[in-house]
């Protein structure tokens, strides 16, 4: 288990379930990590953790942002059915990738950092998260559509999004669509 998985793991965790009443980040930030660690704790963790937490994460995170901006200019060159297959799929790669880091039983210390603000509707949120007994920094980037939701998360400095769009623009310039969207299918199908 690498460092940068755990973090993201915890990051996406921190943000799966919709925090009811809360306007702000941080406080969205703050009770959606409680609510996380709730329902990963009753789970035996791995596909079953993920199953429970798509669907709630899917609410929480911007998920076709992620994959539109983890895949890049390439996504032009998308059909909208393949731009919502490859949505779909790296929904269910990111959900899968991470929700098998937890350990239940294992709560995470976190510590909510001062916010900045980068744009209109736009902030980056860093935390200190204590896991395992080893510290991890992560940077939520959250837009407000209405309800606050990640559109990016940096564990460790590294960016989700960057991470991925470094490996799928040289899948694209190798194959192009067809190439993506089978290293996306074959991804799934081994986590």
Not at 17 to 24: E, L
């Amino acid at each position: 288990m690498t460092l940068k998985k755990t973090a993201l793991f915890l990051a996406l965790s921190a943000m799966s379930f919709q925090a009811f009443g809360a306007s702000d980040p941080e406080s969205t930030l703050r009770e959606a990590m409680q609510e996380a660690v709730t329902v990963a704790n009753t789970s035996p963790g791995g596909r079953a953790l993920a199953d429970k937490l798509q669907p709630i994460l899917e609410r929480r995170v911007c998920f076709e942002s992620m994959t539109r901006r983890a895949i890049g200019p390439g996504w032009r060159e998308f059909s909208p059915a393949q731009q919502d297959d490859a949505t779909r799929l790296f929904t269910k790669l990111i959900i899968r990738s991470y929700s098998n880091k937890f350990t239940p039983g294992e709560e995470p210390e976190v510590k909510y950092l001062k916010g900045s603000s980068q744009g209109p509707d736009k902030i980056e949120i860093p935390t200190s998260m204590l896991y395992k007994g080893s510290r991890y920094s992560i940077v939520y980037r959250m837009e407000n559509r209405g309800k606050w939701l990640i559109t990016d998360i940096l564990a460790e400095g590294v960016s989700l999004i960057a991470n991925y769009r470094a490996q799928f623009d040289e899948l694209f310039k190798r194959g192009g669509v067809n190439a993506v969207m089978d290293s996306l299918k074959k991804s799934v199908a081994d986590t």
